[in-house]
């Protein structure tokens, strides 16, 4: 079943701020991650899913239906948040089975159930404990199979793993993945984490300020960003202003590149993505600088340096040891996005 989001505008009342023309469609058994800056509007449409709030304009779908103006037990969509929330008070089967118990299901059914979905998150022997015997990360498990024990019709999960710590986080992703494609059940994931997003969704929405800026495979969010912003906001990059000076051939305050200019137009102003990782240290025959590293991390598997070049400054990221003088820049590494007016004096 998907979840669909059909040019959704909605406002809070007496406020400007919200989200605006939304559309995003979420297939059966597809994974799409929100990410965007604080504010950008992912907790609205999470309320517009849910049925916490109704949109002014468009509609919200369930399986093709608009549910616009369903309450929230009627859209049948299974919820994880960050804090768990589940009962104390309850074993963690009688938490799993609380849906089932809402719904009217007799108690053996329901504690079976229950089972069997605890066993599915990797919680076997663990059904008549308590949550606080548990780790963050076996109270998410059990979040987990309290969501998708009724067979919902679709899956939100609001900031899942951003209470744990960062090797529990890792691990939890991937258990996420897991269950969610054992279900085969259309989920939004809410996440301020973009390393979590990339690594499983199967598509990713960008958010700024109220509106999606991108929704794209993880490898073309990265790759292909479609502005600037979002080249920023996920994950490191060296982003420059720049003019096309001539076909494969961009002028900036670093200096000329050579690069693939499209069919952009001699004195059209750009900018320039170089995602750290892609500069080459040592000499090149093209697109080659020269500078000093004025900052130089060591952050284990990779280094962080940034190297001072004549008009600007380079991030490079490299595993290799040594003094870093020389740069190259291959110029498939260069990804040319529209000229951004806030990066114009940011060389
Ligand atoms: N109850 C409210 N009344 C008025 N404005 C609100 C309300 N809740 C949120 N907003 C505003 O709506 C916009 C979107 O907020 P929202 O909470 O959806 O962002 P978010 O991306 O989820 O942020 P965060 O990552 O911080 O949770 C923001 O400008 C916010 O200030």
Redesign the pocket.
């Known amino acids: 079943m998907a979840l669909q989001f059909d040019q959704v505008s909605y406002r ?4 400007i ?3 605006t023309d939304i559309s995003l469609k979420i297939g059966d058994g597809e994974l799409v991650a929100l990410i ?12 517009l899913l849910c049925g916490f709030a109704a949109p002014d304009r468009g509609q919200v779908r369930i399986d093709g239906e608009d549910v616009s103006p369903a309450p929230p037990e009627r859209r049948k969509l299974g919820v994880v948040f960050q804090d768990y929330a589940l009962f104390p008070h309850m074993r963690l089967w009688e938490n799993v089975a609380y849906p089932l118990k809402v719904r009217g299901m007799a108690r053996d059914a329901r504690q079976t159930r229950a089972c069997e979905m605890l066993a599915r998150v990797g919680m076997a022997g663990r059904e008549q404990d308590r949550p606080d015997l548990l780790s963050g990360g076996q109270r998410q498990r059990v979040a987990l199979a309290r969501a998708l024990v009724f067979g919902p019709r679709g899956l939100l999960l609001d ?1 899942p793993l951003s209470a744990l710590d960062a090797g529990l986080r890792a691990e939890m992703r991937d258990e996420i993945q897991r269950v969610q494609r054992q279900a085969g059940i259309a989920t939004l994931l ?1 996440t ?1 984490d973009q390393e979590e997003a990339l690594s499983i969704a199967d598509r990713v929405a960008v ?1 700024r300020d ?1 509106r999606i800026v991108q929704i794209a495979t993880p490898h073309e969010v990265y790759d292909r960003p479609a502005e600037a912003w979002v080249a920023a906001f996920v994950g490191q990059s060296n982003l420059w202003p720049g003019t096309v000076a001539a076909s494969g051939r961009v002028e900036t305050a670093l200096g000329p590149f050579t690069c693939d200019t499209g069919p952009r137009p001699k004195g059209e102003r750009v900018t320039l993505l170089v995602r750290p990782e892609r500069v080459i240290p040592g000499a090149g025959p093209i697109n080659g600088l020269t500078g000093t590293a004025t900052a130089d991390r060591f952050l284990g598997p990779v280094r962080r340096l940034d190297l001072s070049v004549p008009g600007g400054t380079v991030k490079v990221e490299t595993h290799l040891p040594g003094l870093v003088r020389d740069i190259t820049i291959p110029p498939d590494a260069i990804r040319l996005l529209p000229a951004e007016a806030s990066l114009s004096t940011a060389v």
Do not use: C, F, N, W
């Open positions: 809070y009342p007496g406020s701020q919200g989200v965007g800056a604080s504010g950008s509007g992912k907790s609205t449409l999470l309320r900031e809410v301020h958010m109220g």
